[in-house]
């Protein structure tokens, strides 16, 4: 089975591209997450995480729902990230977390996918967007072929950066970074209420017809990129942005 986490769709992307290579079953982890469902699932094949990457790790929401959540049936884990540029040390506390659930680490692949995080840089154009995503294609499916045969996905070679982003950064990148206080939504907002349907921590209040952003947010992008109105600003760093959507359908 395929657990999978997404924002704005690259992980999704990932996801389906595997489930279609290997004949597997795909589930959202948002919803989960959304209405706190820590039911235990299971899978008589190997467990197939795929997430963004949030500052060089797995997204602390998605690791503590993992936590929470027992897995029946097979105790091998892969974990397929996706990232704008490298994934860092993820795979070392990828590899504790399946200890600490007595699962059995069978390795982290790395997935280069458009940018989305444009609450600190700048999505690529649609056009650029398709030919990152093509040239993801036959990574995902040299991953399909590792799993299919029951192989570990190679390991990276790891360097003192890599640790230190994955470690000391992560750990001050959720407390200095992740807040919402910056989300406003204009004049242009129809009060449609997407953003807080899509939210996975219900951090998004609808008030006098217009979206309140909680202190319980995890800035996975989700109700920015899917506006339909792009009413959502995140302080003056979104301004003149693209919003990011995965452009192409697995």
Not at 48 to 60: D, F, G, L, R
Not at 74 to 87: A, H, L, N, P, Q
Not at 145 to 157: D, M, S, V
Request: aromatic residues 8%.
């Amino acid at each position: 089975m395929i657990l999978y986490f997404t924002g704005t769709g690259n992980s999704e992307y990932a996801a389906k591209k595997l489930a279609a290579a290997l004949g597997e079953e795909t589930m959202p982890l948002m919803e989960r997450i959304r209405h706190g469902d820590t039911s235990p699932l299971e899978s008589q094949t190997p467990w197939i995480v795929c997430t963004p990457t949030y500052a060089w790790q797995i997204p602390h929401i998605v690791r503590d729902h993992l936590r929470a959540t027992l897995l029946r049936g097979s105790r091998d884990v892969y974990f397929v990230m996706t990232c704008g540029s490298e994934i860092g040390d993820a795979g070392r506390h990828a590899a504790g977390l399946c200890a600490e659930k007595y699962l059995t680490y069978r390795g982290c692949a790395e997935v280069v996918m458009p940018e989305n995080y444009i609450a600190m840089f700048d999505a690529p154009s649609e056009a650029e967007a398709r030919k990152i995503v093509a040239a993801a294609d036959p990574v995902l499916n040299r991953l399909a072929e590792l799993i299919r045969e029951g192989k570990p996905f190679p390991a990276a070679k790891i360097g003192a950066a890599d640790k230190l982003k994955s470690g000391v950064v992560n750990k001050g990148f959720y407390p200095l970074f992740v807040h919402a206080g910056q989300f406003t939504a204009d004049e242009r907002c129809t009060g449609c209420g997407l953003c807080a349907r899509l939210c996975p921590t219900r951090a998004i209040a609808l008030r006098g017809g217009r979206p309140v952003w909680e202190d319980d947010c995890t800035h996975c992008m989700a109700c920015i990129a899917h506006c339909p109105a792009e009413a959502i600003e995140y302080g003056r760093k979104s301004l003149g942005k693209p919003r990011y959507r995965c452009p192409v359908k697995p």
